[in-house]
């Protein structure tokens, strides 16, 4: 995904460019979960439960379920990278 497809992305999830920079930095520096801007995370983890877009059981963190390898944050990561 480049990045203006991400910018619809980030403008469909309503985050700032304070946000954007925060998520765009982790795409490239594969930041720690210290360093993840949570507000941002928070808002694109909405968007993507809202366009049922994210596996419901990464959501929910049901460790019973095969789909569940990841945490929303990672999700979140590896399709923004991999889309």
């Known amino acids: 995904m480049n990045r203006s497809d991400r910018d ?3 403008e469909d999830a309503n985050l700032t460019q304070h946000e954007i920079d925060a ?3 982790c795409l490239d520096e594969d ?3 210290s360093e993840v801007e949570v507000s941002g995370f928070s808002k694109l983890q909405e968007h993507f439960c809202d366009t049922e877009e994210i596996p419901y059981a990464i959501v929910t963190q049901a460790s019973w379920h095969p789909e569940n390898t990841h945490t929303p944050d990672e999700w979140i990561v ?3 990278k991999d889309v």
Do not use: G, N
Request: glycine residues 0%; charged residues 40%.
């Open 8 to 10: 619809d992305i980030y």
């Open 78 to 80: 590896e399709h923004l």
């Open 23 to 25: 998520v765009e930095r």
């Open 31 to 33: 930041c720690q979960d």
